[in-house]
Antibody
């Protein structure tokens, strides 16, 4: 069974930094693209970042570019989202999601989703 | 932030058929890119419901169906059941975004 298990939630002050992790099992992690999608309280889904092993490409939403960084440790089957210069508007549940392809196409979808990690940015 | 536009809410009685629209533009759905749908019951993570416009993953009832035409896509739920009450989101590729992927604004389905 394909599973994505994420680290626990936390409270961070504005301007602070945080890394959230996602461990995968049931699939060949080193040849799988993984992404982060977030959902602010009571709001919709927003694509945040993605990592493709084919070519080592990474992608970021404009709202997090320059502040967030996606990385992966294939030896630990884990992908990370390093967040810095956090703002109150970054408060959200962050979901780790798996891509069925390891290359960018015009038909990539996300399945399955991790359980989510609540990140609260507040003083 | 770029969105695909969905109606905020739709409702129906048990057994009825409801449809949810997802409207984009020439840089996403209108360019012929595939549309995918996700279901998010209250307090849970989203789940893939329809992929590549019309395909259902294993385990998804055939009461759910998808279609795409022009700059829009639709999700239909026939024989509405209480367990279908959830938020629904469409998603597509967008050639104008550095992040590549865009979600719809979300639709709350209420079973009366």
């Amino acid at each position: 069974e394909v599973q994505l298990v994420q680290s626990g939630g936390t409270l961070v002050p504005p301007g602070g930094s945080l890394s959230v992790s996602c461990s995968g099992s049931g699939f060949t992690f080193s040849r799988t693209a993984l992404h982060w999608v977030r959902q602010a309280p009571g709001k919709g889904l927003e694509y945040v970042s993605g990592s493709y092993t084919s070519g080592g490409s990474t992608f970021y939403a404009d709202s997090v570019k320059g502040r967030f960084s996606i990385s992966r440790d294939n030896s630990k089957n884990t992908v990370y989202l390093q967040m810095r210069s956090l703002r109150p508007e970054d408060t959200a549940v962050y979901y780790c999601v798996k891509d069925p392809f390891d290359t960018v196409t015009t038909y990539n979808w996300f399945d399955p989703w991790g359980q989510g990690t609540l990140v609260t940015v507040s003083s | 932030q770029s969105f695909l536009t969905q109606p905020p809410s739709v409702s129906g009685a048990p057994g009825q058929r409801v449809t949810i629209s997802c409207t984009g533009n020439s840089s996403n759905i209108g360019a012929g890119y595939a549309v995918h749908w996700y279901q998010q019951p209250p307090g849970t993570a989203p789940k893939l419901l329809i992929y590549s416009n019309i395909n259902r993953p294993s385990g998804v009832p055939d009461r759910f169906s998808g279609s795409r035409s022009g700059t829009s896509a639709s999700l239909a739920i026939s024989g509405l059941q209480a367990e279908d009450e959830a938020d629904y989101y469409c998603q597509s590729y967008d050639s104008s975004l550095s992040a590549l992927y865009v979600f719809g604004s979300g639709t709350k389905v209420t079973v009366l």
